[in-house]
Structures are given as C-alpha cells and as structure tokens.
Nanobody
Framework: QVQLVESGGGLVQPGGSLTLSCAAS????????MGWFRQAPGKEREFAAA????????NYSDSVKGRFTISRDNAKNTVHLQMNTLKPEDTADYYC??????????????????????WGQGTQVTVSS
C-alpha cells in the first residue's frame, strides 16, 4: 500500500506560479513511478506529468510542456510539480498517483490513469484574476 497526500494548491493570478507537493508513505517510495493528473469541472481526468522510479525520465502533456516541471526526492518520499506561467485553463483539481514497478521498469514513465494503483485526494488549483 502507498498513501499519498497532496498539498500546495490555491488561488493564483494568470502568469503566476505554484508548486504542488505529494508526500508518500507506506511501501518504499523508490519502487513507484509517479504521475500528476488533473480534472477540471465537468471534464475527465487528464494526464499532466510523470516521472520514472529512478527519476531519470519525465513526460509531460502538450498543454503543460515547457511550463510545468515534475521532480522527486526519494530520500524524502516526495514528488513535486512546479507550475509556471499559469493560465486560467490550468484551473483544476490536481491528483498525485503512484504505480508500483520493478527494477526492469525503473526508467519507465506512465501516462494513462489506468496504469496507477494509488491516488491522493487531490488539491485544488484556481488560476484567476
């Protein structure tokens, strides 16, 4: 089992920045690939960013590429999403997710929600003036 708790959401003006954090507990954090997903009101949950178990590889959706950065600190069991140049269309609930992987897949990243076994409760991000 992996427990995930997100933090860092809030209200920010367009063009501003926020950093989301996800604290993991339970099974060894370094055996999980991590992802951030988001869900806007009335829309389906969508992929935002992902990072491999070993931290060597990342993947971003086209809508956030160049503005968001995902990172992880396996010593502190945390993953972060640095969000810059925020736009109103980034407004959503943001969810952290974890997928158990073996060493053979230590460099793999996963973009589909169905790949992830564990999810946090989400943190709300509102981009508005």
């Amino acid at each position: 089992q992996v427990q995930l708790v997100e933090s860092g959401g809030g209200l920010v003006q367009p063009g501003g920045s926020l950093t989301l954090s996800c604290a993991a507990s339970g099974r060894t954090f370094s055996s999980v690939a991590m992802g951030w997903f988001r869900q806007a009101p009335g829309k389906e949950r969508e992929f935002a960013a992902a990072i491999s178990w070993n931290g060597d590889n990342t993947n971003y959706s086209d809508s956030v590429k160049g503005r968001f950065t995902i990172s992880r600190d396996n010593a502190k069991n945390t993953v972060h999403l640095q969000m810059n140049t925020l736009k109103p269309e980034d407004t959503a609930d943001y969810y952290c997710a974890a997928h158990l992987v073996g060493r053979a897949n230590s460099g793999s990243v996963y973009v589909r929600p169905s790949s992830y076994e564990y999810w946090g409760q989400g943190t709300q991000v509102t981009v508005s003036s």
